[in-house]
């Protein structure tokens, strides 16, 4: 069973920032696509952003975060990252990071399709005054 790693949630106020992480000691990140998803109590899981594999040329931010939020990579750390600033309320919810073994981030009907293997156990973003 393959896992991903998150960290870096935490409480902030609005306008405030966050970087979250995400890695894994099971496989090497620089091959895979990845995304963050986020869920809030009583919604469905939602797809926030996404990066290409390798260099990450390949980038994609849901309309309700573009311009706050920034997804990269650091291969040499197996690392992606998702900085989140000018945070909002509407921010608050459980934050994954996914992938799967051909999973890429195209976009279907304007939303990102999750994977389907590869989560992480979620870490906790609230944004609250």
């Known amino acids: 069973q393959v896992q991903l790693e998150e960290s870096g949630g935490g409480l902030v106020q609005p306008g405030g920032s966050l970087r979250l992480s995400c890695t894994t000691s099971?496989?090497?990140?620089?091959?895979?696509?990845v995304g963050w998803f986020r869920q809030a109590p009583g919604k469905e899981r939602e797809g926030v952003s996404c990066i290409s594999d390798e260099g990450g040329e390949v980038t994609y931010y849901a309309d309700s975060v573009k311009g706050r939020f920034t997804i990269s990579r650091d291969n040499a750390k197996n690392t992606v990252y998702l900085q989140m600033d000018s945070l909002k309320p509407e921010d608050t919810a459980i934050y994954y990071c996914a992938s799967d073994f051909f999973w890429n981030c195209a976009v279907v009907s304007g939303t990102l399709p999750p994977p389907k293997d590869y989560w992480g156990q979620g870490t906790q973003v609230t944004v609250s005054s």
């Open positions: 099971e496989f090497t990140l620089e091959h895979y696509h």
